[in-house]
């Protein structure tokens, strides 16, 4: 069982920035970073291997959202710059413990943390 909790959400103008983190109880293969938004789909924002530090992006996020991972520290962080409005959501980490390229197929991922809301205001 691994437990997972995100931090470092909040309240940010457009074009600011945040970084969220995510501290895992243990560790996992990959870990991924989804969001929320109120009345739309959970969608996949970043995903990282800790095997060989592989990572993959949405295209909304590219170039702008940077994943990094501190194995030591079995602590994933997701820095956000130049935020947008439409980057208002729920952020969620999740953890897969099973070997594998990072995903951003949801149901890959056993564990998921409780949720760090970002809110970029216009």
């Known amino acids: 069982q691994v437990q997972l909790v995100e931090s470092g959400g909040g309240l940010v103008q457009m074009g600011g920035s945040l970084k969220l983190s995510c501290v895992a109880s243990g560790f996992t293969y990959a870990i991924g970073w989804f969001r929320q938004a109120p009345g739309k789909e959970r969608e996949g924002v970043s995903c990282i291997s800790s095997s060989d530090g592989s990572t993959r992006y949405a295209d909304s996020v590219k170039g702008r959202f940077t994943i990094s991972r501190d194995n030591a520290k079995n602590t994933v962080y997701l820095q956000m710059n130049s935020l947008k409005p439409e980057d208002t959501a729920v952020y969620y980490c999740?953890?897969?413990?099973?070997?594998?390229?990072?995903?951003?197929?949801?149901?890959?991922?056993?564990?998921w943390g409780q949720g760090t809301q970002v809110t970029v205001a216009s």
């Open positions: 999740a953890a897969d413990s099973t070997p594998g390229p990072p995903t951003f197929v949801a149901d890959a991922y056993e564990y």
